[in-house]
DNA sequence: CTTAGGG
DNA sequence: CCCTAAG
């Protein structure tokens, strides 16, 4: 009955590609239970979309149970946002809604890739980055979110029962290598490929014309499609779609307008992944944003997956250097990028968005550096404070989680320009009233946390140098701690 | 792999 | 921020 619940799990599985499988019907046991209901012949135990799909392929003649589960999906969320009360009924619906979608598409993606080992590499990116431009790109013009899944699901979920049908999925994986090399517009190519073998599965499938019967999942998902592109939020064109019935041939030719004219530049892509990620901060109810991440890493991912395909940085064309600020090709910060993109969540500190490129292209090593801003500067004082001086990794996993630059190394380095900053400063004090730039925007709250945590933890060898400037400071509490016992000493005292 | 230290 | 050496 959590349908509330359930949805949130579809959307947070997202990005968990592989467990979805298991973890989906155990945890949603009793919701999946009314939509097995629903279905005439539960598939085994694996009640996916994947299934109810692929049952709608098959049982041509039991569209209408297709039918009944969309309205069991819709009476579940009415029921449910009633019962919260909301004002805004038809908004929080249609983002549940969505959400509900979402996760189901995903699990549709998951069986194809279970179903497809061969190129599952090159797959899953494919549909991870693309699968919704796609739905959209279909959804926009003809209408139905769930004839984007009837679709997919009916080139995919074939594969691994039938024996001829793998060819549609060879076919696919095929044409999507090609764009994916063509690496920055990867997205253009992937869009209209997608789209085109949507409409292929609805011409052939003799259900199409059925789909009438879950259309009243059209307009709201429309709606809710073009919020998130959020370039054109629409509002105008949801009206004309409410109330007309879109054919197969309104989709078909729509698709070919997209593949037409739809490309997405570098531009494109960048200010969508930036207006994500401030946008969600500020505006996006909490539902919509898993969406919205998801979209945005994907975003993430074709760049990285642009940048990889690019032997050397400088090949990029010319505006890689605006687009991509990050564009450097270091494998060790790729590795890295992608290692934590997941785990970026449209950085809620996403004040300090900009990054410093004022030192232009060539050969330059901190190509992207990134000021770091005050709440940084006192999570991570918070962070040395907490776990001492050295644990950078901690530090980094636990209050940096979020910001997936800002390696644990340039924790360190932070920290240790901290130090040298409040030192500087006392000195200065002392000295004149000149005040080295480096201080300029830091708080004295800040500087003396910092030099009260440069007492309890000294940073080694800064010691020597440090030394006399924390020996003014004041030993708060500091027993003998001074030379003779080394930094690794007081760390370990703190560990254990 | 993580940290320290130096550039 | 980057690189390298060391544990």
Not at 194 to 209: E, I, K, M, S
Not at 340 to 350: G, K, L, N, Q, V
Request: aromatic share 6%; with cysteine; net charge neutral.
């Amino acid at each position: 009955m959590d349908w509330d619940e359930y949805m949130r799990r579809c959307s947070t599985k997202k990005c968990q590609r592989v467990q979805v499988d298991e973890s989906f019907v155990p945890a949603l046991q009793d919701d999946v239970m009314e939509v097995e209901h629903l279905l005439a012949e539960p598939r085994n135990d694996h009640v996916s979309v994947d299934g109810i799909l692929y049952f709608h392929e098959e049982n041509l003649g039991k569209c209408y149970d297709i039918g009944n589960l969309s309205c069991g999906f819709e009476f579940g969320l009415k029921t449910n946002i009633g019962g919260l009360g909301s004002p805004k009924t038809q908004d929080a619906k249609d983002d549940l809604k969505l959400e509900v979608l979402d996760g189901l598409l995903d699990d549709v993606k998951i069986d194809g890739l279970h179903a497809t080992d061969a190129f599952s590499g090159a797959y899953e990116d494919y549909l991870l980055a693309d699968f919704e431009s796609a739905d959209k790109a279909c959804g926009r013009k003809s209408g139905p979110y769930g004839q984007s899944v009837t679709g997919n699901s009916g080139s995919e979920s074939h594969s691994p029962g039938l024996s001829g049908s793998s060819i549609g999925v060879g076919g696919t994986s095929e044409s999507i290598k090609q764009p994916i090399a063509q690496s920055e517009c990867s997205n253009d190519s992937l869009d209209t490929r997608v789209t085109c073998d949507l409409n292929g599965a609805f011409r052939n499938n003799p259900c199409q014309p059925s789909n009438g019967d879950h259309m009243h999942l059209s307009p709201l998902d429309t709606q809710h499609l073009n919020e998130l592109d959020n370039d054109h939020p629409s509002t105008g064109s949801i009206a004309s779609h409410e109330n007309e019935t879109v054919s197969a041939e309104a989709c078909h030719t729509a698709a070919l307008r997209e593949k037409r004219f739809r490309r997405p530049t570098q531009r494109y892509i960048e200010e969508f992944s930036n207006l994500r990620s401030k946008e969600k901060v500020s505006t996006a109810a909490t539902k919509n944003k898993e969406s919205g991440t998801k979209l945005h890493n994907d975003l993430h991912h074709i760049r990285l997956r642009a940048l990889r395909k690019i032997p050397d940085g400088k090949t990029i064309c010319g505006t890689s250097d605006v687009a991509f600020p990050e564009s450097k090709i270091h494998s060790r910060h790729l590795k890295k990028e992608e290692l934590e993109y997941d785990e970026e969540p449209f950085a809620s500190e996403s004040e300090d968005e900009f990054v410093t490129t004022k030192r232009s292209r060539k050969n330059d090593r901190r190509k992207h550096q990134r000021m770091w801003t005050l709440s940084e500067v006192n999570k991570l004082v918070d962070g040395i404070s907490e776990y001492g001086v050295g644990r950078w990794t901690d530090i980094k996993r636990v209050l940096f989680a979020s910001t997936s630059y800002r390696t644990p190394i340039d924790l360190r380095d932070k920290w240790r320009n901290l130090l040298r900053a409040s030192c500087a400063q006392k000195f200065n004090k002392k000295q004149s009233e000149k005040q080295e730039p480096a201080l300029r925007s830091l708080p004295l709250a800040v500087l003396r946390r910092v030099r009260e945590l440069a007492n309890i933890h000294p940073y080694p060898r800064e010691r020597s140098s440090k030394k006399s400037c924390i020996g003014q400071v004041g030993s708060l509490s500091l027993p003998s701690q001074s030379s003779s016992h080394s930094k690794r000493n007081v760390r370990r005292n703190k560990c254990t």
